[in-house]
């Protein structure tokens, strides 16, 4: 598996996987409606943001992520990521190498932390992943997200020093 800066003759390949995941409603905070044009806007950043994507040796794209300052001003210093992976690349360590990924970016590019703010607690996959890593939970929303099957849970906000 390759990691790789994603460009915009990537997108194609993205929107199908990017698009299935957010029209689900299961694990992001976007609107479940978002358009194309919304979706890529949203997800290929420029400098000093980045976007990936991890392809295969056959340049398939597994899955992307995308990694940048978690806030503003006096609250740069702190590094924010978002992945997703293609459903039918799922379980193969590719969301763990993103965000192995962006890990290492962030020490790279001298932040001092990276910050989940919005990790849906029923993500179960997700908050294991990030515990691994070095994640913990600062605390939860209760009631943040409207899961469609399983109604109101929480939001995490995690943190990993780097």
């Known amino acids: 598996m390759l990691i790789r800066e994603a460009t915009a003759a990537d997108w194609p390949a993205i929107w199908p996987f990017f698009h299935q995941i957010v029209a689900a409603g299961e694990t992001f905070t976007y609107p479940t409606d978002l358009t194309e044009e919304q979706g890529r806007d949203w997800w290929l950043l420029s400098a ?78 997700a908050v294991q992943l990030y515990h691994s890593l070095g994640f913990e939970i600062l605390g939860t929303l209760p009631e943040g997200f409207r899961h469609p099957q399983k109604g109101l849970v929480g939001l995490h906000i995690m943190y990993c020093p780097l």
């Open 48 to 125: 000093p943001s980045r976007s990936v994507v991890a392809v295969d040796e056959s340049g398939t794209v597994l899955g992307t992520a995308k990694m940048n300052a978690n806030h503003l001003g006096n609250g740069s210093h702190i590094a924010g990521a978002s992945y997703m992976v293609d459903p039918a690349h799922a379980g193969r360590g590719v969301g763990r190498a993103l965000c192995t990924y962006s890990l290492e970016w962030a020490r790279a590019a001298g932040f001092r932390a990276m910050q989940f703010n919005a990790v849906v607690e029923t993500n179960v996959h």
